[in-house]
C-alpha cells in the first residue's frame, strides 16, 4: 500500500502501462529512454515513439529474475570483454546496448533505437515507492526498475505523447498538465 500522497499519484500514472509492451529503447544523449505500447510516428513526422514514454537520467536497472540484465553503469563497460567503449556505435558500443539488443531483438537503424520484436516485455502490473522510485513487473520474468538518488535535479519523468509529464526530482512528484 503506497505510503504517501507523490506515491499514490506516482503509482496511478503509472497503471496506464498495464497490458502495453515496451515498445522502443533509445538514447538521448545520457538519458535512457523507454516508450510502451504500439510504435508510431512522431506528432513532428520526425521519428517514432510510444503512446507512453520514460525519461531516465537517474539510476536504472532490468532485472532478469534474481539477476541484474542490464542497467546504468553498463553503459560504461565495453561490448566484450577486453573491448573499449565506443560512444560513436549506437547499436553495439557498450554492454548496455548489447544486453538490450538480445532483450528487444529489432533495431530501427533511421532513430537508432532499439525495437522490441519479441513477444515479452509486457507491463503486469507497476508500483512506486515514496522516493520517486518506480518498478515495472514486466512478461517474460523480468523487471524494470527505477530509483531516483539525488535530491534536487530531476531523475526522471512519466511522458504521455497527448498529455501531461510527471516529473520526478528528489523524491518529488510534479504532474505537469
Not at 531516465?56 to 534474481?66: D, F, M, S, Y
Not at 518506480?134 to 497527448?162: C, H, K, N, T
Amino acid at each position: 500500500m503506497p505510503d504517501n500522497d507523490s506515491q499514490i499519484r506516482l503509482e496511478s500514472c503509472l497503471q496506464v502501462l498495464v497490458g502495453l509492451p515496451l515498445s522502443i529503447a533509445r538514447n538521448a544523449a545520457d538519458m535512457k529512454i523507454f516508450h510502451f505500447g504500439e510504435i508510431q510516428p512522431h506528432p513532428s513526422g520526425r521519428g517514432t515513439v510510444g503512446p507512453y514514454a520514460l525519461h531516465i537520467q537517474c539510476p536504472w536497472r532490468l532485472v532478469a529474475k534474481e539477476t541484474v540484465f542490464t542497467g546504468t553503469s553498463d553503459r560504461f563497460v565495453g561490448p566484450a570483454e577486453g573491448t573499449e567503449v565506443n560512444d560513436d556505435d549506437p547499436r553495439s558500443g557498450n554492454l548496455q546496448l548489447i544486453r538490450i539488443a538480445s532483450l528487444l531483438k529489432g533495431y530501427d537503424e533511421t532513430t537508432k533505437s532499439f525495437v522490441n520484436t519479441a513477444e515479452q516485455l509486457v507491463v503486469i502490473a507497476a508500483y512506486a515507492d515514496n522516493l520517486g522510485g518506480a518498478d515495472l513487473l514486466l512478461s517474460g520474468d523480468y523487471r524494470l526498475q527505477i530509483f531516483p538518488d539525488g535530491s534536487l535535479e530531476e531523475d526522471w519523468r512519466f511522458v504521455e505523447l497527448q498529455g501531461r509529464h510527471i516529473v520526478i526530482e528528489g523524491g518529488r512528484v510534479r504532474i505537469d498538465e
